[in-house]
T-cell receptor
Framework: DVKVTQSSRYLVKRTGEKVFLECVQD?????MFWYRQDPGLGLRLIYF???????EKGDIPEGYSVSREKKERFSLILESASTNQTSMYLC???????????FGPGTRLTVL | GENVEQHPSTLSVQEGDSAVIKCTYS??????FPWYKQELGKGPQLIID?????GEKKDQRIAVTLNKTAKHFSLHITETQPEDSAVYFC??????????FGAGTTVTVRA
């Protein structure tokens, strides 16, 4: 079974803090993705990576950065958290483009 | 970029009845259309997908239809059961890595 794990299920941070969300997949997938999920807006792509050290902006990259130093791990970084970044963050991986994406359980981030 | 609209936003059906969710997309170059189901407290999971070279695909009680001319696709669930209660997302993609998701439909199956 493909497994995508995320470092935290719930996280509470203060405005201005630097926040790291970690994602690990165990299926040797090439591609990894970070989405945020908000009610009424569905899932919106923040960043994705198709190889180690490679990254591409998604639809809403502002205020975020990513890091992929190893194939199995993809990190999302909020350099200076703001209240409008309060959301559910979902990580996913896939073996190739236009293929099934496997999602982690999500991290619910609250920024106070 | 691609814009995917999904309707309805909520759907309540009696157990045993059918449920239909409809999506439209804007970019005629899109050629991959997956459907994901998200249960409470979990990440979305693929339930069925269709590519632009076919018009319909079935998997037991679930079917998806695609009309490329009209740029819309639909999910059909027959003989609904309580375990079908979840949030369903449609998505569309061209030949790249990016999926554009609809806003989601919350399906409730009444016993």
């Amino acid at each position: 079974d493909v497994k995508v794990t995320q470092s935290s299920r719930y996280l509470v941070k203060r405005t201005g803090e630097k926040v790291f969300l970690e994602c690990v997949q165990d299926m040797d997938h090439e591609n990894m993705f970070w989405y945020r999920q908000d009610p009424g807006l569905g899932l919106r792509l923040i960043y994705f990576s198709y190889d180690v050290k490679m990254k591409e902006k998604g639809d809403i990259p502002e205020g975020y950065s990513v890091s992929r130093e190893k194939k199995e791990r993809f990190s999302l970084i909020l350099e200076s958290a703001s209240t409008n970044q309060t959301s559910m963050y979902l990580c996913a991986s896939s073996p190739s483009g236009n293929d099934e994406q496997f999602f982690g359980p999500g991290t619910r981030l609250t920024v106070l | 970029g691609e814009n995917v609209e999904q309707h309805p936003s909520t759907l309540s059906v009696q157990e045993g009845d059918s449920a239909v969710i409809k999506c439209t997309y804007s970019d005629s170059a899109s050629n991959y259309f997956p459907w994901y189901k998200q249960e409470l407290g979990k990440g979305p999971q693929l339930i069925i997908d269709i590519r632009s070279n076919v018009g319909e695909k079935k998997d037991q009680r679930i079917a998806v239809t695609l009309n490329k001319t009209a740029k819309h696709f639909s999910l059909h669930i027959t003989e609904t059961q309580p375990e079908d209660s979840a949030v369903y997302f449609c998505a569309a993609s061209m030949n790249d890595y990016k999926l554009s998701f609809g806003a989601g439909t919350t399906v409730t199956v009444r016993a």
